[in-house]
């Protein structure tokens, strides 16, 4: 009994709705021939330095890169291992080679350093100013040891870059880590991103390690300082490894590449090395280009563009 | 689909061996969002048979606005108490930041308007005759309003375990108030978060399926309630 | 001075006005019937002497003392000193016994085992010993208004405001509760009984009024007006209990 003209005006509106519906999931489809998906970690990703880059890459690329994974190192590597990336950042060696070895990337390309600050309270109850960075744990722990409402150490426990970066430190300072893990109260174990680890140390005027963007972003609502600033020992390197198409069938190996080498070009390095001096008085990072040595990267991984091309199907 | 098939595995084995890290986790999140549960209880009950049973201006607007706070993000309400709770914040001298009695009061302020406000929807569903009767038989205010909540005492019963689920899946609080310090404040959903973050994705799906588990129990638990 | 004086009342919501002018009095160890066709204002005005709404105009005043328009801790201390049953009672959810224990329960009189007898011995009295762990919400509208009743007389009050109590009772139990009504005033209550049933009104009541769109139409004592009502057959309002054949 209901009208001709109601039966037409539900039609139509159902009709319109499907065109919406699929206009937008061809949108969208579409999208995946130049899409380029980033994983990283967020020590890097927190910086906006990536942003930077993407926004000028895309620029002159006409492509659409998009960064769904910027958390901790550990969930990037398992995007990548899990295909579900196309291009992996982060700064950990020994899991990038390892990522590498089993054939889950194709190649490492270090393009930026900068270095992990050890912070902890202006009064420095552990009086690690002065030292380097194993002896200065070294400091920490005894004093820490001995008197854990004076002096405490937050780690983020979370097997993050800066986690894997802390763990070599100690053993540096000759400590099995296990054994510093449980040794007292001294220590305390977050299990939280850098960002809410310094808040903590802040809070309980504690020490901690940190990676400099991330601190420098958040200074203005510390009252920690950095004791520690530079040295081999605290060296932060970041690579770029783009995923392999032969393991994970599907991922985009040439934007990839197109990427990386946009990374290592003079123009973007460019970028990087000037990142962040106006807003913080000094730039967040060091370009990699002439630096390989103090990067410790090997001359064929070092600020050069990519030489494994795409097998493709 | 891999990583849901071994994370259910993954968690039978968890729960099978007692795994001791799991059980403390575990049962620190059933404390921390269970006291966090009956504290707020015992406030918002009774505040929502006030609001309810009252006449006052602005009511209208009042139970408005608590029903709007019922979707209130976690992380929100975390950040809010982090600025009490700080060093630098009003209450920072208590040192309940970082601390299992931070994340109950936590919680306690991100359940308050559910509790409040199905509170007050429960006495509505309450015969207003009820409120006639027990006035003429002599009740003062106070009476009345208990008269009234126990007469929707189920319906309340249920919000508080609305409450209780919340909290207990709740991680924005958790992690802001509690950081998620190991033995200390870590609880299940911060667990999750950390186990993804690093990877163990197996870990993850086990925990999240535990507190799963938890969650259907409670739900279970109340259904058997109200079908009384 | 009546024990209860209700002067000048009126009550209006809004435009509508429900009573006018209501001047009664009703003392101790008195029934007094009110009587009135359905919207004539009955409920409305034992609402009102039972405090739970306030007049719009005029006072109630309880043992020479008003208690209209007072402050609400004067209102409950006068609330407590009556009881209403409610012409649809509503059952708390919960035994029969914590129903009738209820008013004592909130003026704290007492123990619990002097509570329990005290609700026994109401229950009795009504014809309904033995039900005291039924669920209340599970009784006929007949026990229930029993139950009501019980409640109300377990509290020994000194004004009794009953709304319609037989109305869903068999001859039998009605009977058996006209008899505990008679009993009651005969001490020191005071009784005001809404009912439609002139035959109940006519038995149990010394005085009668008669309610008719919010006014007082009549007041005296029973035989004279149910008397004339009967005999007048003139009056625009029918009689209901006059026609039934008892």
């Known amino acids: ?313 | 689909m891999e990583e849901i098939w071994n994370g259910i595995l993954r968690a039978i084995e968890l729960i099978v061996t007692l795994n001791p890290e799991v059980m403390e986790i575990t049962a620190r999140s059933l404390i921390i969002s269970f006291t966090a549960a009956t504290l707020a209880a015992a406030i918002d009950i009774p505040l929502g048979g006030l609001i309810e049973l009252r006449v006052f201006r602005g009511k209208r607007a009042l139970v408005d606005l608590i029903q709007t706070l019922y979707g209130l993000p976690t992380v929100t309400v975390g950040l809010l108490v982090f600025l009490l709770l700080s060093r630098s914040g009003p209450f920072g001298s208590l040192e309940l930041l970082y601390t299992p009695t931070g994340m109950v009061i936590g919680q306690m302020i991100l359940i308050s308007p559910i509790l409040i406000g199905l509170t007050i929807s429960a006495l509505r569903g309450v015969s207003p005759h009820i409120r006639d009767t027990a006035i003429s038989l002599g009740a003062n205010e106070g009476q009345v309003i208990r008269t009234i909540i126990k007469e929707a005492r189920f319906a309340v019963v249920a919000a508080v375990l609305i409450g209780f689920g919340r909290a207990l899946s709740e991680v924005g609080v958790a992690m802001m108030i509690g950081g998620n310090i190991r033995d200390y404040t870590r609880v299940l959903t911060t667990s999750i978060a950390l186990q993804t973050s690093m990877g163990n994705l197996e870990t993850s799906m086990a925990l999240g399926i535990i507190l799963i588990g938890i969650s259907m129990i409670l739900n279970l638990s109340l259904s058997r309630f109200q079908g009384r | 001075m009546a024990f209860l004086e209700i002067r000048d009342l009126g009550k209006s919501y809004g435009q509508a006005q429900i009573l006018k002018d209501i001047n009664l009095g009703v003392e101790k160890g008195e029934i007094l019937g009110l009587i009135g066709p359905t919207g004539s204002g009955k409920s409305t005005l034992l609402r009102l002497i039972d405090l739970l709404e306030e007049p719009s105009r005029g006072t109630i005043i309880l043992e020479g003392r008003a208690v209209s328009g007072r402050p609400e801790k004067e209102r409950i201390a006068a609330r407590r000193r009556m009881a209403m049953v409610f012409q649809k009672p509503v059952m708390f959810k919960s035994n029969v016994l914590e129903n009738v224990t209820f008013g004592l329960m909130v003026r704290g009189e007492g123990q619990a085992e002097q509570r329990k007898e005290k609700a026994r011995a109401a229950l009795q009295a009504v014809g309904l010993s033995g039900y005291e762990s039924r669920d209340a919400n599970t009784l006929s509208g007949g026990e229930m208004q029993r139950i009501a009743l019980a409640r109300a007389i377990v509290l020994e009050p000194e004004l009794l405001l009953l709304d319609e109590p037989t109305a869903n009772l068999d001859p039998r139990s009605a009977s058996a509760i006209d008899s505990l009504l008679q009993s009651l005033a005969g001490g020191r209550t005071a009784v005001i009984l809404a009912t439609h049933n002139m035959m109940q009104c006519r038995k149990l009541a010394d005085r009668v009024a008669v309610l008719v769109e919010g006014r007082i139409t009549a007041l005296g004592r029973s035989e004279d007006i149910l008397g004339q009502e009967k005999r007048s057959g003139t009056s625009g309002w029918k009689v209901p209990g006059s026609d039934l054949p008892w």
């Not at chain 1, 699929?22 to 330095?49: F, H, M, N, P, Q």
């Not at chain 1, 800066?162 to 054994?179: D, R, V």
């Open chain 1, 1 to 313: 009994m209901l009208s001709r003209g109601y039966h037409m005006r539900i039609t139509l509106k159902i009709s319109m709705f499907l065109v919406a519906l699929i206009t937008v999931s061809a949108a969208l489809s579409a999208a995946d021939e130049g899409r380029l998906k980033i994983a990283t970690t967020s020590s890097l990703y927190d910086t906006g330095l990536l942003e930077s880059i993407v926004d000028q890459f895309t620029e002159e690329n006409s492509a659409t890169v998009q960064i769904p994974s910027h958390g901790g190192t550990g969930i990037a590597i398992a995007a990548g291992q899990k295909g579900d990336v196309d291009l992996l950042i982060v700064h950990d060696k020994a899991r990038e080679t390892k990522f590498i070895e089993e054939e889950d990337g194709l190649e490492r390309r270090c393009f930026a350093y900068n270095y992990f600050y050890i912070v902890g309270p202006e009064d420095d109850p552990a009086g690690v100013s002065g030292l380097n960075a194993s002896l200065a744990f070294k400091s920490i722990m005894e004093k820490g040891l001995s008197n854990p409402d004076q002096v405490k150490f937050i780690t983020r426990g979370d097997l993050s870059g800066t986690h894997s970066k802390e763990q070599s430190l100690w053993k540096a300072a000759g400590y099995n880590y296990s054994a510093v893990n449980t040794s007292g109260p001294w220590y305390v174990d977050a299990g939280s991103p850098m960002g809410a680890t310094l808040i903590m140390a802040n809070e309980k005027s504690a020490y901690t390690l940190t990676d400099m963007s991330t601190f420098m972003a958040y200074k203005g609502n510390l009252t920690l300082v950095p004791l520690i600033e530079g040295g081999d020992e605290l060296l932060n390197v970041y690579s770029a490894i783009a995923i392999n198409p032969d393991k994970h069938p599907g991922v985009n190996c040439q934007l990839a590449n197109q990427f990386i080498d946009y990374l290592v070009s003079p123009q973007c390095q460019e970028i990087i090395g000037t990142y962040g001096q106006e807003e913080y008085g000094k730039p967040l990072f060091f370009k990699g280009e002439g630096n390989c040595d103090i990067m410790g990267c090997s001359v064929e991984e070092c600020v050069v563009p990519t030489q494994a091309g795409c097998a493709q199907a």
